[in-house]
Nanobody, 125 residues
């Protein structure tokens, strides 16, 4: 079992920045592909893929909506994954979740192995 705990959410104005962290316990994160997803207000039944990073951090993927603004990274020694969010927009407002999975099928979020509890990000205009 992997326990994931997100932190770093908050309220910012448009154009601002936040860095989210996802700390793992129970198992080493280096065994998993890690991803960030978000759930927007009024869309409680859907989680949108944001970014993913390979086990060694050699490869990353981003949703088109965040490409060039968000950066995913990981520190396997600290068992932590990060999401640096710059140039935030009101449409980035959501609960952000990190996930750990052996495959990370980003279009099948319900199938992913482990989830954190989420952290709220609110961007005001």
């Amino acid at each position: 079992q992997v326990q994931l705990l997100e932190s770093g959410g908050g309220s910012v104005q448009a154009g601002g920045s936040l860095t989210l962290s996802c700390a793992a316990s129970g198992q080493t994160l280096s065994s998993y592909i890690m991803g960030w997803f978000r759930q927007a207000p009024g869309k409680e039944r859907e989680r949108e893929f944001v970014a993913a990073i390979s086990r060694s951090a050699a490869g990353t993927r981003y949703a088109d909506s965040v490409k060039g603004r968000f950066t995913i990274s990981r520190d396997n020694f600290k068992n932590t994954v990060y999401l640096q969010m710059n140039s935030l927009k009101p449409e980035d407002t959501a609960v952000y979740y990190c996930a750990a999975d052996q495959i990370m099928r980003t279009t099948a979020w319900r199938s992913l192995d482990f989830w954190g509890q989420g952290t709220q990000v609110t961007v005001s205009s």
